[in-house]
C-alpha cells in the first residue's frame, strides 16, 4: 500500500473564539479539538503527522506531544501557507496526504477512511470531504460544474449571492498527491477578501490543468463542524457528547438520562453499570462493572472497581477498589487509594491516604495523609490533624483498629494494631497495639448546681 501523511492545521489564533485559549486547544468533552483530530487520524494507517503551529505553538506541542512532528507558521497568511511549511518534512514524499483542520474535532476515522477509499478508487489527484449543510454560512462552498464535476471552492466572504446559496460545503479536510500538492500550493495566490493564502484554491488549479479532482460527500454534515466560535463549540460538545454516550450505552451501560451524563472521551465504562442523572465522568477515568455511579457524581482520571457505587460525590485522581461505598456527599481528593468493601459516607473527605479492605469511615470525617489497614472503623467527626501551618504529617492506623467518635489524630501518629481509642480523644502520641488510649478530661458532676444558681 502507498504512503499515507497527514497534515493537521493547528496554527491559528482563534479570533472568533474571542479567548485567551488558542483555538485548537479548547477542549470538547473534555479533550482539546486538536487532540481528538490527531488520535483519530493515529487510528488511519499514517506513515507520518505533522502538524502546523504557530499561534500557542509551545502550548500545542506540548498537548499532542510526540504523537506528531510540527513545523512552525510564524505568520498566518492562510490555510495554504499552512500547509506549505510542511514542505521540508513531506515535500519529496511519494503517496498520499490527507489534510485536517485542527477545529474539526467530530470528523470519523471511518469518515477519513472513507475518503481516503473514494480518493485511490477514482485515482484522484485531490479529493474534497464534503457535506450538505442545511444552513452553510461560514463556510467555503463547492461549485460544481454542468456534468457535476468539481470546479472549484469559494469561501463566504468571497461567494457572490448566489454561490451563497449553495449548501455543498468543504469540511476542510482533503486528501492530495503529496507532491502536486507541495508543487500546486507554489501557484496559489491571496487575491481574496481576506488578502490569504487558501489551500481551497489548489482545488481549481489541478482542475483547470486537467488532474482528477473528486468530492467524496458525507451524509453527516453535524460530524463536519468547524468550530470557530463559543456557539458552535457548544454544539461540538452536545454532538460528541450524544456519540460518546451512545458508544457506552451500546457496551451495554445503562445511562438513564443522557442529555444529563457528561463523559469524557477517554474514559472506559464496564457493563451492566449504571450512570444515574447528572454525572460527570471526565479525563482518563476507567470504571467496572455493574457499578452504580450518581445521581450527580463527578469522578476524573480515577478508577473505580466493579460493584462499586459513588453516589452525589467527587472523586478525583484516585483508585478505589470493587464492592465499595463512596458517598453520598463524600469528597475523594487526588492521590487516594481506598480498598474494597470499604464505606465512606456522607461528609467525609480524603485526602491523599489509603485505605485498606473493609474500613468504614460512615460519617462527617477528614482524613488526610493518612495509612489506614483494614477493618478499621473510624468513627463520626474523626479527623486526622494533619497540617501544622507549614507542614503535613502523616498518620498511620493500623488494621483492626477502632477510632471512637470525634477523635483528633495529631499527626505524626501511629495507631498500632487491634487497639481501641475512646471518643473524644485527642491523641499525641503513638497508641501501642491492642491498648486502650483515652485522652479526654474526665468527667466531673457537680450535683444540683443549677438549681442552686436559680435560687441566688
Ligand atoms: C476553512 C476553509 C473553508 C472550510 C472550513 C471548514 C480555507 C480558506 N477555508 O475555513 O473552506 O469550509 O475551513 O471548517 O481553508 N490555520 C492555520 N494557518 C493559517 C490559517 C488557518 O494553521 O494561516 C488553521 C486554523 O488554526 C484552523 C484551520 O487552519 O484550525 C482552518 O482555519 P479557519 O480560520 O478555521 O478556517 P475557516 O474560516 O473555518
Ligand atoms: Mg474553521
Given at each position: 500500500?502507498?504512503?499515507?501523511?497527514?497534515?493537521?492545521?493547528?496554527?491559528?489564533?482563534?479570533?472568533?473564539?474571542?479567548?485567551?485559549?488558542?483555538?485548537?486547544?479548547?477542549?470538547?468533552?473534555?479533550?482539546?479539538?486538536?487532540?481528538?483530530?490527531?488520535?483519530?487520524?493515529?487510528?488511519?494507517?499514517?506513515?507520518?503527522?505533522?502538524?502546523?503551529?504557530?499561534?500557542?505553538?509551545?502550548?500545542?506541542?506540548?498537548?499532542?506531544?510526540?504523537?506528531?512532528?510540527?513545523?512552525?507558521?510564524?505568520?498566518?497568511?492562510?490555510?495554504?501557507?499552512?500547509?506549505?511549511?510542511?514542505?521540508?518534512?513531506?515535500?519529496?514524499?511519494?503517496?498520499?496526504?490527507?489534510?485536517?483542520?485542527?477545529?474539526t474535532p467530530l470528523i470519523r476515522p471511518e469518515t477519513m477512511q472513507a475518503l481516503f477509499e473514494h480518493h485511490q478508487a477514482k485515482n484522484a489527484k485531490a479529493t474534497i470531504l464534503t457535506a450538505i449543510a442545511e444552513n452553510p454560512t461560514g463556510y467555503g462552498r463547492i461549485l460544481r460544474?454542468?456534468?457535476?464535476?468539481?470546479?472549484?471552492?469559494?469561501?463566504?466572504?468571497?461567494?457572490?449571492?448566489?454561490?451563497?446559496?449553495?449548501?455543498?460545503?468543504?469540511?476542510?479536510?482533503?486528501?492530495?498527491?503529496?507532491?502536486?500538492?507541495?508543487?500546486?500550493?507554489?501557484?496559489?495566490?491571496?487575491?481574496?477578501?481576506?488578502?490569504?493564502?487558501?489551500?481551497?484554491?489548489?482545488?481549481?488549479?489541478?482542475?483547470?490543468?486537467?488532474?482528477?479532482?473528486?468530492?467524496?460527500?458525507?451524509?453527516?454534515?453535524?460530524?463536519?463542524?468547524?468550530?470557530?466560535?463559543?456557539?458552535?463549540?457548544?454544539?461540538?460538545?452536545?454532538?460528541?457528547?450524544?456519540?460518546?454516550?451512545?458508544?457506552?450505552?451500546?457496551?451495554?451501560?445503562?445511562?438513564?438520562?443522557?442529555?444529563?451524563?457528561y463523559i469524557s472521551a477517554d474514559a472506559v465504562i464496564g457493563s451492566d453499570t449504571v450512570i444515574q442523572p447528572g454525572c460527570m465522568i471526565e479525563g482518563a477515568t476507567v470504571i467496572g462493572e455493574d457499578c452504580n455511579i450518581g445521581p450527580n457524581a463527578q469522578i476524573a482520571d480515577s478508577?473505580?472497581?466493579?460493584?462499586?457505587?459513588?453516589?452525589?460525590?467527587?472523586?478525583?485522581?484516585?483508585?478505589?477498589?470493587?464492592?465499595?461505598?463512596?458517598?453520598?456527599?463524600?469528597?475523594?481528593?487526588?492521590?487516594?487509594?481506598?480498598?474494597?468493601?470499604?464505606?465512606?459516607?456522607?461528609?467525609?473527605?480524603?485526602?491523599?491516604?489509603?485505605?485498606?479492605?473493609?474500613?468504614?469511615?460512615?460519617?462527617?470525617?477528614?482524613?488526610?495523609?493518612?495509612?489506614?489497614?483494614?477493618?478499621?472503623?473510624?468513627?463520626?467527626?474523626?479527623?486526622?490533624?494533619?497540617?501544622?501551618?507549614?507542614?503535613?504529617?502523616?498518620?498511620?492506623?493500623?488494621?483492626?483498629?477502632?477510632?471512637?467518635?470525634?477523635?483528633?489524630?495529631?499527626?505524626?501518629v501511629k495507631v498500632g494494631k487491634g487497639s481501641f481509642i475512646a471518643a473524644g480523644s485527642t491523641i499525641t502520641k503513638e497508641v501501642p497495639e491492642d491498648a486502650l488510649a483515652i485522652a479526654r478530661a474526665r468527667q466531673e458532676n457537680k450535683p444540683n448546681y443549677v438549681s442552686k444558681l436559680?435560687?441566688?
Amino acid at each position: 500500500m502507498s504512503n499515507i501523511f497527514a497534515v493537521i492545521l493547528a496554527a491559528g489564533q482563534g479570533t472568533r473564539m474571542k479567548s485567551k485559549l488558542y483555538k485548537v486547544l479548547h477542549p470538547v468533552c473534555g479533550k482539546p479539538m486538536v487532540q481528538h483530530v490527531v488520535d483519530h487520524i493515529q487510528t488511519l494507517d499514517v506513515n507520518r503527522i505533522v502538524t502546523v503551529v504557530g499561534h500557542g505553538a509551545e502550548k500545542v506541542q506540548q498537548q499532542l506531544g510526540d504523537k506528531s512532528e510540527y513545523v512552525l507558521q510564524a505568520e498566518q497568511l492562510g490555510t495554504a501557507h499552512a500547509v506549505q511549511q510542511a514542505e521540508g518534512i513531506l515535500g519529496n514524499e511519494e503517496g498520499t496526504t490527507i489534510v485536517v483542520c485542527g477545529d474539526t474535532p467530530l470528523i470519523r476515522p471511518e469518515t477519513m477512511q472513507a475518503l481516503f477509499e473514494h480518493h485511490q478508487a477514482k485515482n484522484a489527484k485531490a479529493t474534497i470531504l464534503t457535506a450538505i449543510a442545511e444552513n452553510p454560512t461560514g463556510y467555503g462552498r463547492i461549485l460544481r460544474g454542468e456534468n457535476g464535476q468539481v470546479e472549484q471552492i469559494v469561501e463566504q466572504k468571497d461567494a457572490s449571492v448566489e454561490q451563497q446559496l449553495v449548501k455543498e460545503i468543504n469540511t476542510g479536510t482533503y486528501c492530495f498527491d503529496n507532491k502536486l500538492l507541495f508543487e500546486t500550493l507554489k501557484l496559489v495566490k491571496n487575491d481574496n477578501a481576506q488578502g490569504e493564502y487558501y489551500l481551497p484554491d489548489v482545488i481549481e488549479i489541478l482542475q483547470k490543468q486537467g488532474d482528477i479532482v473528486e468530492a467524496y460527500v458525507t451524509d453527516d454534515f453535524e460530524e463536519t463542524l468547524g468550530v470557530n466560535d463559543r456557539v458552535a463549540l457548544a454544539q461540538a460538545e452536545a454532538l460528541m457528547r450524544a456519540r460518546i454516550n451512545e458508544k457506552h450505552m451500546r457496551n451495554g451501560v445503562t445511562i438513564i438520562h443522557p442529555e444529563t451524563t457528561y463523559i469524557s472521551a477517554d474514559a472506559v465504562i464496564g457493563s451492566d453499570t449504571v450512570i444515574q442523572p447528572g454525572c460527570m465522568i471526565e479525563g482518563a477515568t476507567v470504571i467496572g462493572e455493574d457499578c452504580n455511579i450518581g445521581p450527580n457524581a463527578q469522578i476524573a482520571d480515577s478508577r473505580i472497581g466493579d460493584r462499586t457505587t459513588v453516589h452525589s460525590s467527587v472523586v478525583r485522581e484516585s483508585a478505589i477498589a470493587e464492592d465499595t461505598a463512596i458517598g453520598p456527599f463524600a469528597h475523594i481528593r487526588p492521590l487516594s487509594d481506598i480498598g474494597s468493601h470499604v464505606k465512606i459516607g456522607n461528609f467525609v473527605e480524603v485526602k491523599k491516604s489509603k485505605l485498606g479492605n473493609d474500613t468504614k469511615v460512615s460519617h462527617l470525617s477528614y482524613i488526610g495523609d493518612a495509612e489506614i489497614g483494614s477493618n478499621v472503623n473510624i468513627g463520626c467527626g474523626s479527623i486526622t490533624v494533619n497540617y501544622d501551618g507549614k507542614n503535613k504529617f502523616k498518620t498511620i492506623i493500623e488494621d483492626d483498629v477502632f477510632v471512637g467518635c470525634n477523635t483528633n489524630l495529631v499527626a505524626p501518629v501511629k495507631v498500632g494494631k487491634g487497639s481501641f481509642i475512646a471518643a473524644g480523644s485527642t491523641i499525641t502520641k503513638e497508641v501501642p497495639e491492642d491498648a486502650l488510649a483515652i485522652a479526654r478530661a474526665r468527667q466531673e458532676n457537680k450535683p444540683n448546681y443549677v438549681s442552686k444558681l436559680n435560687s441566688k
